[in-house]
């Protein structure tokens, strides 16, 4: 069964440009959730979605947004980048409709803001 | 006062040494308590899982939670080189908004 597979790996871009991630769940599973991990913060909550609705939001400012597809395919966009957003970017799919914590994290996309 | 509390290390201990790993926390509804690994350059994999109080044995992995005193705990038997990586502690309370709370992560070195 393949895992959770990431898009882009690494990429790099510069302050204001914008940068959309793509995150593939394990085949079956319906919640897909977005962390962001940094050296000082550690991993950070973004959002996850279920069946193509969001169902929590972390306390990230409206630059960060995500969407899930009918093939429970997801997508988060960063637009207006800061230094400050450069981090690994990871996503997790889970099978479960309550999140009681098995997640199932993909090797994340590792963004550089210069 | 952080959700989460775990002292980042690095923990450098030698090859056949009993590990242990800890973690605080502050809300007493989180009832669902893991243990991810993380490699350098991967993503945390899920390495134990309880729920409520406890004792939890893997193979070498031993996870326990004291609820009384909000402290949960990893041991690691008869440690490998292969353990060398970050372990993080997680938690979640499916009554609130189920979010999942993660520690901000332990570097442990296994000397060969």
């Known amino acids: 069964k393949a895992g959770v597979t990431q898009t882009p790996r690494y990429l790099i871009k510069t302050r204001g440009q914008q940068v959309t991630l793509s995150c593939s769940p394990i085949?079956?599973?319906?919640?897909v959730s977005w962390y962001q991990q940094t050296p000082g913060q550690g991993l950070q909550f973004l959002f996850e979605y279920f069946s193509e609705t969001q169902r929590n939001k972390g306390n990230f400012p409206g630059r960060f947004s995500g969407r899930q597809f009918s093939n429970s395919r997801s997508e988060m966009n960063v637009s207006t980048l800061e230094l400050g957003d450069s981090a690994l970017y990871l996503c997790?799919?889970?099978?479960?409709?309550?999140?009681?914590?098995?997640?199932?994290f993909g090797e994340g996309s590792r963004l550089t803001v210069l | 006062q952080k959700e989460v509390e775990q002292d980042p290390g690095p923990l450098s201990v030698p090859e056949g040494a009993i590990v242990s790993l800890n973690c605080t926390y502050s809300n007493s509804a989180f009832q669902y308590f893991m243990w991810y690994r993380q490699y350098s350059r991967k993503g945390p994999e899920l390495l134990m899982y309880t729920y409520s109080s406890g004792n939890k044995e893997d193979g070498r992995f031993t996870a326990q939670v004291d609820k009384s005193s909000k402290y949960i705990s990893l041991f690691i038997r008869d440690s490998q080189p292969s353990d060398s990586a970050t372990y993080l502690c997680?938690?979640?309370?499916?009554?609130?908004?189920?979010?999942?709370?993660f520690g901000k992560g332990t570097r442990l070195h296994i000397l060969p």
């Open positions: 997680a938690m979640s309370d499916m009554n609130r908004d189920d979010k999942i709370i």
């Open positions: 085949s079956g599973h319906r919640s």
């Open positions: 997790a799919s889970s099978p479960l409709r309550r999140n009681t914590g098995e997640l199932f």
